[in-house]
């Protein structure tokens, strides 16, 4: 298996576990471990092969352990101390502290609605999970704050990357500093909408132009461009363009690398974002 990579998404495999690391995080490496998981090197099985991260979607609870295991090894964090978003396709952020460790993985969550996690402890791994929809990592090198932050098309509608810098510079973090990474989703050229879902973000557009076009031939059918309305959004926030990176991976074009909802459904197993402080 070859796996897919761009310039700003690199591939790693540890025994026969692939996940992926951003160049623009990577260069904060002595103060930060993340990455993103892919379908490959874990024990489930069936649609859920093979290495689920997500939890109460039906697979194996000892399967998905196994699963945070390998791919903790490999990327370099324990999880029994991962802290699990509740996600809703919402827009609330909670910050997680040493207290919420294990939480969602091996104890329940004592929160919901909540698809953005931050924390300013060391050795916290935040965990997020995706299966087309679009992860957003921000450090704050100057506060030393890590955020993951789930944008879905709802959630992106409502500017999570938006409200995720808002919340960061609130917090003392100077957004001229902020980095942040787009991460693997459903990628401009294969996610199709229709026209209810596209005037969602009618009033989203960068230099290109808006980010849903109507595609030719196809009444009522739009391509949305979750990668750009991200990035204008969190350019409207105040950050420098040039701090944003996308990683450019489809997860519907590469469905037999990552988890693609639109391609398998709801029998499919989830890939996992995590961040790190050290």
């Known amino acids: 298996m070859e796996a897919p990579y761009t310039a700003n998404a690199i591939p790693h495999i540890d025994q026969g576990v692939l996940w992926y690391s951003f160049p623009a995080l990577d ?17 489930s099985e069936d649609g859920f092969a093979s290495l689920n991260l997500g939890t109460g979607r039906g697979d194996a609870p000892e399967r998905v352990l196994e699963n945070y295991r390998r791919f903790g090894k490999a990327a370099g964090f324990d999880p029994s101390q991962t802290v699990f978003s509740w996600q809703t396709h919402g827009v609330i952020i909670r910050e997680a502290t040493r207290a919420d460790a294990g939480k969602g993985l091996l104890r329940q969550r004592d929160y919901q609605g909540v698809d ?24 704050a090198p100057d506060r030393h704050i890590a955020m993951l932050s789930h944008a879905g098309w709802r959630g992106t509608a409502q500017k999570m990357a938006a409200v995720s810098v808002e919340k960061m510079t609130s917090l003392g973090c100077d957004v001229r500093q902020l980095v942040a990474v787009i991460g693997p989703s459903a990628g401009p050229e294969r996610y199709e909408v229709d026209a209810a879902c596209a005037d969602e973000f009618a009033d989203i557009a960068d230099e290109k132009g808006p980010v849903a076009r109507r595609i030719e031939g196809k009444a009522d059918k739009y391509l949305l461009d979750l990668w750009r309305a991200n990035r204008a959004a969190m350019c409207w926030a105040g950050m420098d363009q040039r701090k944003i990176s996308i990683a450019g991976l489809c997860t519907i074009t590469y469905h037999d690398v990552f988890y693609s909802h639109r391609v398998q459904g709801n029998a499919r197993g989830s890939l996992a974002a995590f961040m790190m402080l050290k």
Do not use: N, Q
């Not at 931050?118 to 921000?138: G, K, S, V």
């Open 27 to 43: 260069a904060y490496k002595d103060c930060l471990c993340h990455g993103f998981s892919s379908r490959i090197g874990g024990v």
């Open 116 to 139: 953005s996690l931050f924390t300013r402890e060391a050795r916290l791994p935040l965990i997020t999970h995706y299966a087309d929809c679009t992860p957003l990592f921000f450090y």
